[in-house]
């Protein structure tokens, strides 16, 4: 067989998407090294679950974007290794967190079976919680079953069972517990807490989280990091001095920057310092560590680093990388900057962004949301209705997913 990836421009509206043997993918995300990766891995992935096994419903993402999730993993685990698919994983759940805390537990977005009640926009149903509390499920699933490499045989199995056909999550659950008949002996289904039906239907966190501590070797520096910058003066220099952040992966320098916004605002000592120790590294071609950095300068309204995001929204079209700064700059004192580059840039958007735009800027002239209105303010990160503050709006690994 063959396997080919198209790279689309930048205002491409979503970051890939899973066309059986032509998977698409933004160019945009090509200097962001390992977002790459995980994309292609991601949607190879969806060859089999998605597109081989397709969920029956649009109600029941999960089953095609929890699955490939998993999958994308257990492939990372075996080909890049334990720690850094553990740090990948800490970055998505993160942000996952970052969202429960803005839209509350009892959010039914955080559903793993929405209800697609006429009104609903089919946009609010692609979020974090399909991919992420969508993967715990399925990591639950392994974790019953004892062995990761058994349920490796239960998934190819999975596949060779329901292969062309579409599926509801009760069919898996009931295959699950066929191919293990002693974990449906033991009654898992009902375990106190993590009932299969809290799972399916219930609001909030994930009753479930993989073990991720073999992810210390990684992760442990950056929180070091972290805490050093966290206060309100600038670290000793000779302090920060043995952490060579150019020697760091992307998802090590997108996990310190994710927590230095959550620790915002930051004095502006510590961002001027921050700025004078990074900023080279921060405004590189990765778009992913850049669009954070630049969130941080729009939070902590860091006026001279202002020019890099005219540049960078200029540059970048798509709607993972203006929705995060543009809600910010809206938050913030910058409207008036944001409306500027909107009306210079606004022919170059796809018509549904330069719409989520228009409501981010202009909000008392936009439609009360009905059946036709366009895309909510995030496709990955729907937020509610009141106003959040900065610090609760999205970070750049909430904006935009792939598919
Ligand atoms: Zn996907």
Redesign the pocket.
């Given at each position: 067989g063959r396997c080919d990836i198209v790279f689309l421009p930048p205002c491409f509206p979503i970051v890939a998407m899973?066309n059986p043997c032509l998977t698409f993918i933004i160019a945009s995300i090509m200097e962001s090294s390992e977002f790459l990766l995980i994309d292609v891995i991601?949607e190879i992935a969806?060859g089999w679950f998605?597109n081989a096994v397709t969920n029956a419903t649009w109600e029941e993402m999960w089953l095609?974007?929890g699955l490939?999730t998993y999958a994308q993993r257990r492939i990372t685990t075996e080909a890049y290794g334990e720690a850094f698919t553990c740090l990948e994983t800490v970055v998505r759940l993160d942000a996952l967190h970052r969202q429960l805390r803005v839209l509350g537990d009892n959010s039914p977005v955080s559903k793993l079976q929405v209800k697609f009640d006429p009104g609903v926009n089919p946009s609010t149903l692609m979020n974090l919680f399909t991919y992420e509390k969508g993967f715990c499920f399925v990591s639950y699933l392994s974790e019953l079953s004892g062995d990761c490499r058994h349920f490796d045989h239960f998934l190819r199995d999975y596949i060779l069972e329901f292969k062309f056909k579409s599926v509801v999550a009760q069919d898996l659950i009931d295959y699950f517990l066929r191919y293990f008949p002693e974990l449906q002996d033991a009654a898992v289904t009902q375990r106190e807490g993590l009932e299969f039906e809290r799972w399916l239907s219930g609001c909030g966190p994930p009753p479930f989280e993989p073990d991720l501590s073999a992810g210390a070797t990684l992760i442990g520096p950056v929180q070091d990091l972290c805490k050093l910058w966290g206060s309100s003066a600038p670290p000793d220099r000779q302090a920060v001095t043995p952490f060579d952040l150019s020697t760091w992966s992307t998802f090590q320098v997108v996990l310190f920057l994710d927590r230095m916004l959550d620790h915002s605002p930051l004095s502006h000592e510590v961002m001027g310092s921050l700025s004078g120790s990074y900023s080279s590294l921060f405004d590189g071609l990765n778009a992913e560590v850049q669009i954070r950095w630049l969130q941080l300068v729009v939070r902590n309204t860091f006026y001279p680093d202002l020019p890099r995001i005219r540049s960078f929204l200029h540059k970048h079209t798509s709607r993972m990388y203006t929705v995060p700064l543009y809600e910010d700059l809206v938050a913030g004192v910058m409207k008036c900057i944001a409306v500027e580059i909107f009306y210079q840039t606004q022919q170059r958007l796809h018509p549904n962004l330069r719409r989520t735009l228009q409501q981010i800027l202009f909000p008392s002239s936009s439609v009360t949301a009905n059946q036709n209105s366009p895309a909510p303010p995030t496709v990955a990160h729907p937020l509610p209705s009141s106003s959040p503050t900065p610090a609760a709006t999205a970070t750049a690994s909430a904006a935009g997913t792939?598919?």
């Open positions: 899973e991601h969806h998605g095609s974007e490939a792939t598919a």
